[in-house]
């Protein structure tokens, strides 16, 4: 298994355009976060699944924002009409069903809009 | 909710030295502690994890931390760093015994200088 896998690792956009990355978890974890990070500051949650139901959102998670995990294996996190305030890296990141297990991060996608 | 204040955003410090990354935590309920090691251009890996029983936790790369429950405190320990060390450190917590979402720390950047 190689791990959390996103893509892109870059993306560069105008305000206004639409984006969406994808992340491909670890096969067996059933559980999927995203995270937003902007330089200097730790990551802050966005959203979470388990499985294919989304069971928690952030209330930075805004309108623009809308994720989905399908058939509960990879997930897509769309922005509608970017901002400039959107650019951060967006981090994905999977576990497995017990607690003591460790939550695995992707090298995340790096948004810039212009 | 839970928050998390790492008291450095900079450490620098000589090779071989000891480092201490300080982080203190706040929650109204028990909680677990954790802390992530973030190179450039990469994920988040773990470094440690405290979930319960002994307060001092050894992790990967020589790292160790100390729960305080009385201080709310989460300190990183090496007792000798290498330039590899080099990276940003974040501090994390999330309710104890739930699959909710990590909050992390700002960050701080440790810099071995040889």
């Known amino acids: 298994d190689t791990g959390v896998s996103q893509d892109p690792r870059h993306k560069i956009t105008k305000r206004g355009q639409n984006v969406t990355f994808r992340c491909d978890p670890i096969?067996?974890?059933?559980?999927l976060y995203w995270y937003r990070q902007t330089l200097g500051q730790g990551p802050e949650f966005l959203t979470y699944?388990?499985?294919?139901?989304?069971?928690?959102k952030s209330r930075l998670l805004s309108d623009r924002f809308s994720a989905e995990r399908p058939k509960g294996s990879f997930s897509t996190l769309e922005i509608q009409r970017t901002e400039q305030g959107d650019s951060a890296m967006y981090l994905c990141a999977s576990i497995g069903t017990s607690l003591n297990e460790k939550l695995f991060f992707g090298s995340g996608t790096q948004l810039s809009v212009l | 909710a839970q928050s998390v204040t790492q008291l450095d955003s900079q450490v620098p410090v000589f090779e071989e030295a000891p480092v201490e990354l300080r982080c203190n935590y706040s929650s109204s309920v028990s909680v677990y502690l954790f802390w992530y090691v973030q190179y450039p251009n990469q994920g988040l890996q773990l470094l440690l994890k405290y979930l319960s029983g002994s307060t001092l936790v050894k992790g990967i790369n020589g790292f160790e931390a100390e729960f305080n429950k009385s201080q709310t405190s989460f300190h990183l320990r090496k007792p000798s760093v290498h330039i590899s060390d080099t990276a940003e450190y974040f501090c994390a917590v999330t309710i104890s015994g739930s699959a909710r979402q990590l909050t992390f720390g700002s960050g701080t950047q440790l810099t071995v200088l040889p």
């Open positions: 699944f388990q499985n294919e139901a989304q069971l928690e």
């Open positions: 096969s067996e974890h059933n559980r």
